[in-house]
């Protein structure tokens, strides 16, 4: 069995001329390991027909957008917007936060409400092994985990009011 490695590294910004990884991710989508496969993808406005090329044409593939698609070149306001574009449209991309999304999202905590938190992947892409990175990661994952509990808690008062067994509304 061949072996890809599919991987950048020091996310170097790239045109749409210089990214011919895309065969090499067609490839590797096309063993059908059935495991979910995770990208460095520095997405932007030249490259963002791409990804969705892939994700169109591999809807069973579970594809996970490592930092969101961003880094520190590229406008990381239009790199979020390209990437939750594509989550709404295609089920089988998650996006992972870590590093520069981590950043991006404790100083953007309003923008999580325009992605599904259940494709949604914190420190996927982390080795662990820094501390302040990991109070980062605790911080933005509380501030998710209570969006999450109010939403479920405003779901089960109108579920409770609709059975009319409170007739209080919270």
Request: proline share 2%; net charge positive.
């Amino acid at each position: 069995a061949k072996i890809y490695k599919y991987y950048r590294s020091r996310h170097n910004p790239e045109t749409i001329k210089e990214y011919s990884n895309y065969k090499l991710l067609q490839d590797l989508i096309d063993l059908k390991c059935n495991k979910p496969i995770f990208i460095h993808y520095d997405i932007n406005e030249d490259n963002y027909k791409l990804l969705e090329e892939v994700l169109a044409s591999n809807p069973n593939q579970t594809i996970v957008l490592c930092h969101c698609g961003m880094n520190e070149f590229f406008d990381k306001n239009k790199a979020f917007e390209l990437s939750r574009n594509l989550q709404q449209t295609f089920h089988n991309l998650y996006l992972d936060v870590s590093w520069v999304a981590l950043d991006y999202f404790l100083e953007n905590k309003h923008k999580l409400a325009n992605l599904d938190n259940t494709r949604l992947l914190l420190g996927s892409d982390n080795n662990g092994l820094n501390r302040e990175y990991d109070k980062k990661m605790i911080e933005l994952s509380q501030f998710i985990n209570n969006k999450f509990n109010l939403q479920i808690l405003k779901e089960l008062s109108k579920w409770l009011q609709q059975q009319k067994i409170f007739k209080k509304k919270y």
